[in-house]
């Protein structure tokens, strides 16, 4: 048993040691609690709410529109990386194999897009189609469609949308490279495509 006299003669160190001690049982509770709430924001931020039209224009032009929402009820801050907005049209009897891709649009990290925690960030997109190309392929889809029993126009084509983001959960700094352990945990990446509410 250590005598009250050994510990006074060693107080110094005795206390260095209790200050460990109690510094990193905080730390890895802090640790713990922080990946615990990581991984229940991975599980609540979410794309939701999505919305699309098309409308003929009066130049013969298809607008196409897109909106979706990022939900993040979490308490933390989401700084986008990237975001990606395509629209196709399955077409199984064409021969480029399946699908022709009628616009794409790329967000990327300088548009210095940021969601607040709490919040949501509605994103909104269209695009005009007015390439005789792709209008010729779209007429063509409707053709074959009518010869199979499936009526067609221009504005009521199933059109596909697919939309992509990644983003950072913000107030992690460390270095993507040297850190990329940590990736895994701070990116979200959340997909949505239309098909798959059919």
Do not use: C
């Given at each position: ?68 929402t990022l939900s993040n009820p979490s308490r933390y801050e989401l700084r986008l990386h990237t975001a990606t907005w395509t ?112």
């Amino acid at each position: 048993m250590v005598s009250i006299r050994k510990l006074r003669e060693h107080w110094f160190s005795v206390t260095l040691y209790v200050a460990f001690s109690v510094f990193f049982l905080v730390s890895g509770i802090v640790s713990a609690m922080t990946y615990s709430a990581i991984v229940r924001a991975h599980d609540q931020i979410q794309l939701v709410d999505p919305s699309y039209d098309a409308a003929l224009l009066d130049n013969g032009s298809v607008e196409i529109s897109f909106a979706i929402t990022l939900s993040n009820p979490s308490r933390y801050e989401l700084r986008l990386h990237t975001a990606t907005w395509t629209v196709f049209v399955d077409n199984s009897t064409g021969t480029d194999g399946g699908r022709f891709t009628l616009t794409v649009e790329y967000t990327g990290p300088t548009a210095g897009v940021m969601v607040e925690g709490k919040s949501e960030h509605i994103f909104e997109h269209t695009a005009v189609v007015s390439d005789p190309a792709l209008l010729a392929d779209l007429r063509g889809f409707i053709n074959y469609s009518a010869s199979t029993g499936s009526s067609y126009t221009l504005e009521t084509i199933p059109y596909a949308h697919e939309f992509e983001i990644i983003a950072w959960i913000g107030g992690f700094a460390h270095d993507y490279v040297r850190e990329s352990y940590l990736n895994d945990l701070v990116r979200l990446d959340r997909h949505y495509i239309s098909e798959e509410d059919s």
